[in-house]
């Protein structure tokens, strides 16, 4: 499949977020220095991907727009995820964006959760429910995010 905006943005912000806990970890004492200058090196390469990928936003909008790109490509779907939350009728790309970040935070600190070992294994259960409900939110916010912008520039044409 194509990247779509959405599969970009969701990139970026997954991106952004080992960018903050790179910089955290940096930042620990508990840190060894030897540890902290490959982590600098990460940084930096995190840093050149995300300048990349939003170059790559920059134009995909600029194509999409114009009309020489498929913004969305129709999803078949066979199951439900009853553990997801209804995304809404969300109508603005920021807002949409906005809580794809949102649900990439939640995953990140859920699989920092399950990953520990001093939980029950009901708790390992209990949150891996919640991250399939998590994940299927931020990939029905990736496809909505992807709607928003067909909506967008078909008004943009017809304008």
């Known amino acids: 499949m194509a990247e779509t905006l959405g599969s970009l ?4 912000s ?16 508990e840190t060894p ?26 134009q995909f909008i600029a194509l999409a727009i114009e009309g020489k790109i498929k913004i969305r490509d129709q999803k078949l779907k066979m199951y439900q995820n009853h553990a997801a939350k209804d995304i ?3 109508k603005e790309l920021g807002k949409a964006v906005s809580e794809l970040a949102n649900r990439n935070i939640r995953l990140w600190h859920l699989e920092d959760e399950v990953r520990r070992t001093d939980i029950p ?13 998590t994940n299927q939110e931020r990939n029905d916010l990736m496809d909505k995010v992807d709607e928003i912008l067909e909506i967008h520039s078909k008004n943009v044409k017809t304008s």
Not at 9 to 12: A, G, Q, Y
Not at 37 to 46: F, G, N, Q, T
């Open 88 to 90: 809404g009728e969300l």
């Open 9 to 12: 943005v969701d990139k970026l």
């Open 14 to 29: 997954i991106k952004n977020l080992r960018i903050w806990h790179i910089d955290e970890a940096i930042e620990s004492d």
């Open 121 to 133: 294994d009901a708790e390992v259960v209990s949150c891996k429910r919640k991250i399939d409900g």
């Open 33 to 58: 220095d030897s540890k902290k200058e490959e982590l600098r090196a990460k940084k930096e390469l995190a840093i050149k991907q995300s300048q990349e990928l939003m170059e790559e936003i920059n």
